[in-house]
């Protein structure tokens, strides 16, 4: 299972503290195995990516390589130098056949926007003509790699008026999330798959959020999902770090599918089947997916 | 643009003897001109792949890297290994803003059959839909990279009653490559795209080979093309080869993009719009392309 | 921590029925766990390198990566296609700072030789220097890369008369590798250093096959090696094979960090400070390694 | 033959304005002849690296690949974010038998120090052995390939008395470079190899640079080197690039193995065996290199 990271702070955040530096990064929980001398860690080597926003209303930058995350040179001098306000990060293992290729790692951006998928969509192979067909020409014709996540942000971008606009408002985003999500069960829903899906999503514009948490069961949880905010994120000691709760503003929020501290107590679990949202002024909403996966019951851990 | 070679001999060669340790071989011409402290050479540094066959009526092997093949070390040590008596290799530039990634090195392959591309199909995006949507669900879900060459394979597998099948006769396979130039040609006419293209394609099922000189124009020359034959390829001195005529058998053949040896008398050009067959009894039959942009005239050289 | 492999037959076998086929072969472990949505796994994805021999009395050929095995393309088309009586493997967790490298993979060979490593030697940047100016020039100059496991290589080849021999007896063998922990145990005394160091050796010369689990501590053990021999190494089913014992002849030895099969009466332990040698005519001789290090008392796991 | 490029501006420039945009940038010359289907070109595909500052008095970021510029992914996405006054830029050819790995790329880093070459030491192996025995303990620990280029380095960093430091002279590192080129031509002496060296140094603490072009004859030219001031480096059209002079001032230096624009005018010769300073201050200061190999007769080129 992959592993994703949304950072967006008031501030910028040097990459090495979010990525590299920390005890219980998504990068460095294998690095800190290894010290343990125990072996049993995450793999999620299968390359990664980075991506970072500079300037708002500009596109990003991504960093992606298919070398394991963990010993890559590149990665640990550009997160000791580069800071950003909004940033995104993937470790990336593969499921099924999918080539390790870096056409295929996290994120993808178009324009301004940026994505990235924790999951895998159950049966892709059948809906990915009727995928295709759906697409605009450019749309279709920037997909450069096989995955189901890049077919996904296909779908995603294909609901926006203007893909390439250099500024959206959060609802827009939103409602092209939850079409994006519908489409999907819809195609498969028409081929009669019932494999299980798993669509922890998360969208960029380099200033709103958008990020999910969805299964199509209604009998069980989707993919973990915590975020925690604060006032700022910072390391204690020993490579320790924490969510500093310093006053009542909220200057940091953080998304992880796991959190990154030892304070359990600083994460909050994103419900299974709910949208996300972080918008620009770093308010966050939270919003339940209503459709045939919904249900208010308990829904079972696997 | 890239370069590409084909061999077929009647006993092994070694991988090294027609590939690395010729003075003039598609991956060691860089090499030499290095010694020469003269820096312009051929560079077709965007990766490589290698084709090989153990036994008929099995699949071959196939071995690509992204790295430029002269400084690999693998392709060194496997090439001074491996002895095979069919083979494919190629040496790659981009064309265009395709994405260096392994899933984009020739050769492909398919059950046996294995297939490279020396060229491109001008206009591809713009029949991209097209292709995808004339395929079989197996044949179209097999494409695992983003160029205009895999799916010109993926077009000639569609041609084939059963791509999986273990044997063919070299009719069947020229009777396919027909079709899929044929093709390619009408869906490029039906979009109005004018662009040149220059399919100079190999395929092998490990005994047959066939492979085209073509450009969809009846004014210019295809891209370059020779083969030669003889009785052994075999090493001089200093590094120079040698095809060798001492009887009147064909014990070797090999096709390739430019001549591998200094002795010009040894390369016949293959006609621009010709079929050049292979059968797995060493017959070499080449058969003109006969369609509109086929022609009599002298075609100018560009 | 790396896990190695070796694999002597009287027979070949086809690389793929050792290394990618069984379910618990050194590269799949980390598959099965995928599948098993266990994302706690092995992990030694910072490259990985096979070695294996097609002739006697002829250098080996070496296939190395600094992808992790599991998604290695070319690897997985490899072992379908070569078969071997003789085989290295190792994959490799980098410790340290060290940095990956195709430089830094196992195994390493000069001349007919090969080597490769499990463990570290504590202290080593004390002593490299120790080391190489311990070395004929041609050996000195033969080290590309920086880990203390080719280094400890080098000492090996140091202490044989001519290296580049086609063949040893492995009483030579043997007698290099015991000369080459004493030389390692005597600069780090001489540097005072008292670091833990494990050095889990694998030496062939395409016949005979000299292995060490060794630990410069008389109150531990060293890492983990196991052997099993049997009349043939074949796969059961589900992706289970197992050590097939048909006849009192043993016509297979594997020596392993981790047994390959689930049937654990297959494999044993080889004690800790020992030299197990495996002869080119199938006997599998164990030495204690006999120094200040050496107990009969029971040692403490870790 | 390698190539290398020195930036130093008063005002940050986009990486991209330097590296990839320009027509005749030591990248993009490659994907200019690509264009112009002229297929020689220059090759220099055995990796490259990029070094740049963005604070005075601190270490420098560097990001290396062993895979070609021309078609580096994030080289073109982090080359259109990352602005610096302070740039080096390295494109690998490889000469001999180096291994084409990350840690043979330029620019290596040491503290604040960042050094380049263009070029080689003749009959290096030879006194390999000699450079590390003058090495202290940490600068010899802190080599991680096997270059002629990083082995100049150590040794210049072990003439300054605390190459950790923040901040240097130019005087210090002038004279720093002046006892590397001098040691180096002892122990070649010493040893008795004629063979030729190419020393085209590059050396940067982040303020100042210090670049050499030498070679150890006195009749003949050493490998090309130009610079290039005025007060802005900027695109005209059709990607090409200008000095522009608007006043007296220097607010731009370029130092480049080869001219990046096509205004030969722009672009002064470094004489042979000269060391080039640029000061913190945009000094510009030219010294002849006073040993056996100075001449004031005219040198051949080769």
């Known amino acids: 299972m992959c592993r994703m990271l949304v950072f967006k702070g008031e501030s910028p955040i040097l990459l090495a503290d979010l990525l590299t530096r920390p005890a219980h990064s998504i ?5 800190n195995c290894k010290l343990l001398l125990d072996w049993r860690r995450n793999t999620n080597g299968d390359g990664f990516g980075i991506g970072w926003y500079d300037e708002p209303q500009e596109s990003g930058c991504i ?11 590149n990665l640990q001098r550009l997160a000791e130098k580069i800071k950003s306000k909004q940033i995104f990060a993937h470790v990336r293992a593969t499921t099924g056949g999918t080539a390790t290729s870096e056409s295929n790692c996290h994120p993808w951006q178009f324009g301004n926007l940026m994505w990235m998928h924790n999951g895998m969509i ?38 926006l008026d203007d893909p390439m606009k ?6 827009e985003l939103k409602d092209a999330m939850l079409k994006t999500i519908a489409l999907l069960n819809q195609w498969l829903e028409e081929e009669g798959i019932e494999d299980l899906s798993l669509l922890n999503f998360a ?25 925690s905010s604060g006032s700022k994120f910072q390391s204690e000691e020993n490579g320790q770090y924490r969510m500093i709760k310093a006053n009542k503003r909220e200057d940091v929020v953080v998304v992880a599918s796991e959190p990154l501290t030892y304070e359990r107590t600083d994460w909050l679990v994103v419900p299974t089947n709910t949208v996300l949202v972080i918008t620009s002024k770093f308010n966050v909403l939270q919003y339940p997916i209503i459709d045939k996966h919904h249900t208010t019951k308990k829904r079972s851990t696997f």
Chains 1, 2, 3, 4 share one sequence.
């Not at 990068?27 to 690095?31: C, P, Y």
């Not at 960093?63 to 040179?73: D, I, R, V």
């Not at 250099?166 to 609802?171: C, R």
Request: hydrophobic share 35%; proline share 2%.
């Open 27 to 31: 990068i460095m929980q294998s690095v």
């Open 203 to 227: 969208l960029t514009d380099g200033e709103n959020i958008v990020c999910t948490r969805y299964v199509n069961r209604s009998d069980r949880e989707g993919t973990s999902l915590f975020f």
């Open 63 to 73: 960093f992606t390589s298919t070398l394991p995350a963990w010993g890559n040179l």
């Open 122 to 159: 159950g049966g892709f192979p059948k809906i990915k003509r009727k995928i295709q067909a759906s697409l605009k020409e450019e749309i279709y014709l920037s997909i450069q790699g096989t995955t189901d996540s890049e077919h996904a942000f296909a779908v995603f971008l294909n609901q």
């Open 166 to 171: 250099k500024s959206f408002t959060y609802t």
